[in-house]
């Protein structure tokens, strides 16, 4: 899988210009064409002739990335656009910049008191200025006639917030809908009312023996016909955002459906068609499809279409059933808003072929892993643990959890809060392994990986983020078998692991865990980035630790340690 290098680009293409005999002044770097031919010639063994500006002194490269050869260099914003973009997030330093509707900024304020910081993060501070219509995101020079709905991609590192930065905008548009659609009504309710009285005056209704009263017709939202639709690619992330989108629901007064294959027919099919109707619906693309082949009606009120995490559900997996769901929404859509923390050439290049005139909202730290995570590296093939990998792993997770250990209640300090580790391994069948053995050396672990049972995966992240033992809970007691050696021998007190594959790295609100734990190198730099953003969430701290075992690529892990000290972007 390829990163994208032109993710920040525009959306128009500048005409070529013929090359005269002034095209070549003033330049500081050769041709394409004459590079082509100087790389040619220096791997043929002969070096470039010497130019009189150098003297035949040859100029120093840039050192490149060579370990990472399947990935080409990401777009690197220039100073000049990061410095624009920059000016811009200044002016947005409150919510309160924003002309959202009363009861979105009463619920940002009020129904969210566990964020830490109530400024906008640099994905709110860009992307919902340009949804809301207050700027123009990208500024195309040829002017082309309007076509279909207005299409936006929100391309910001992962734990900027993205959720909050699409899900205002689109529900101040619902709001801003309601009042239209209230205030038409009432306009017609008068006209009728003044129909009325005059066609009352011309017949008198007591002389008619035959005539009645018209009943009252409920003109209530239509159920199962949402005005917004979330796609995201799994159902750990179906219960994420639908959990943001609840706690604002009670301040903004909407209803919102998150439903999943977790989901019986039953719970699915009273949240869809309730009669009081819904108006967010957040699901996954392939069961919201097949709904919507035996209820079209379903999406033909539809005005906002989000895609989360694009790049996934733009992939092989995915891409047939998002795409059914984007046409079936067409009609009625006013707004397409693509998310994602990586944007892959594939995903680039489709989206410059669907939707030319696409408005990209990137941040500056684009697929660059923020600095306020540190990388340390374990090497296994050492002493003490001479490539053994669990015993590195376990070893790791005792050391950071030794002042939870060494903790005297007696002595009257201060408690420590619980430490959760995320371990992730490239392997399904790893999880359970190393769950295991972690336990038998003490640690509370559980595995969670895509076979784990759905009902299993929601009490296992429940009692991940809540503060009791993952192997005492009530939630995971009776399941958990594993842990129940934990009461016969010492123990790692206050600290939580689960082990698992990249499920976890897209699907788990991890704000509170503070160290990530690559026990297998990751294969490309798209899940480095998404493992290593498990962590540092917010504006918090934190720590990835790699094991770097037999047969792994050492030359890897220094690149990108490297480019994350300097806070360059990932390749």
Not at 520 to 540: C, K, N, Y
Request: net charge positive.
């Amino acid at each position: 899988m390829v990163l994208s290098e032109h993710v920040a680009r525009t959306s128009d293409i500048k005409p070529k210009k013929t090359a005269d005999a002034f095209s070549y002044l003033n330049r500081t770097q050769a041709p394409p064409g004459l590079q082509r031919m100087r790389d040619q010639r220096e791997a043929r063994g002969r070096p470039s002739p010497p130019t009189g500006r150098s003297q035949g002194r040859a100029r120093p490269r840039a050192e490149p990335f060579h370990a990472l050869k399947m990935q080409s260099s990401l777009h690197r914003v220039p100073y000049s656009d990061r410095t624009a973009i920059k000016r811009n997030m200044d002016q947005y330093d409150s919510f309160d910049k924003f002309p959202l509707a009363e009861p979105v900024l009463r619920a940002v304020n009020d129904a969210l008191p566990g964020l830490e910081y109530r400024n906008p993060t640099p994905a709110q501070a860009v992307a919902i200025p340009a949804l809301l219509g207050m700027q123009k995101a990208v500024r195309a020079k040829v002017k082309t006639k309007k076509t279909g709905p207005d299409t936006f991609l929100l391309a910001a590192e992962t734990g900027s917030g993205k959720t909050l930065a699409y899900l205002l905008p689109t529900l101040d548009a619902i709001k801003q809908e309601e009042m239209r659609e209230k205030d038409e009504a009432e306009q017609q309710a008068t006209k009728a009312a003044q129909e009325a009285a005059a066609t009352a005056k011309e017949h008198d209704k007591r002389t008619d023996m035959f005539a009645a009263e018209e009943p009252e017709i409920n003109k209530a939202v239509d159920p199962a016909r949402p005005r917004a639709i979330i796609l995201v690619p799994s159902a750990e992330l179906v219960a994420q955002v639908g959990a943001v989108a609840k706690s604002l629901s009670h301040t903004i007064k909407f209803r919102a459906a998150p439903i999943s294959a977790k989901l019986s027919a039953t719970v699915i099919r009273n949240q869809l068609f309730n009669p009081n109707g819904v108006d967010v619906v957040i699901s996954t693309p392939p069961l919201l499809a097949s709904i919507a082949q035996s209820n079209p009606n379903i999406l033909a009120r539809v005005t906002h279409l989000i895609c989360d995490e694009a790049d996934s559900l733009f992939d092989r997996s995915f891409k047939e059933t998002t795409t059914e769901i984007l046409e079936r929404a067409t009609p009625s859509l006013k707004k397409l808003i693509l998310c994602s923390a990586t944007i892959p050439k594939y995903l680039d290049k489709y989206l410059a072929q669907r939707f030319p005139d696409m408005h990209r909202l990137v941040t500056p730290n684009l697929h660059a892993i923020p600095r306020r995570v540190q990388l340390g590296v374990v090497d296994v093939n050492k002493d003490p643990y001479r490539g053994n990998k669990l015993l590195a792993c376990a070893d790791t997770i005792w050391q950071i959890g030794k002042a939870s250990a060494d903790y005297d209640p007696t002595e009257g300090k201060e408690a420590i809060p619980t430490k959760r580790i995320l371990v992730f391994v490239n392997e399904r069948e790893d999880t359970e392994e190393v769950a295991q053995y972690l336990v038998k050396k003490g640690v509370d672990a559980l595995a969670f990986h895509r076979d784990t049972d759905p009902s299993r995966q929601a009490k296992i992240l429940k009692s991940f983020t809540s503060d009791s033992s993952l192997g005492t809970s009530p939630a995971t007691q009776d399941e958990a078998p594993i842990n129940s050696t934990l009461a016969n021998k010492r123990t790692l007190p206050n600290t939580k692991v689960i082990v698992t594959t990249d499920l976890g790295s897209r699907g788990i609100d991890t704000v509170s865990v503070r160290h990530v734990i690559l026990f297998d190198v990751p294969h490309t730099t798209i899940d480095f980035i998404h493992r290593l953003g498990r962590t540092g969430r917010m504006g918090r701290r934190g720590r990835g630790i790699v094991l770097l075992g037999p047969g792994d690529r050492a030359d890897v892990v220094r690149e990108v340690r490297e480019a994350m000290f300097r806070g360059e972007a990932l390749i």
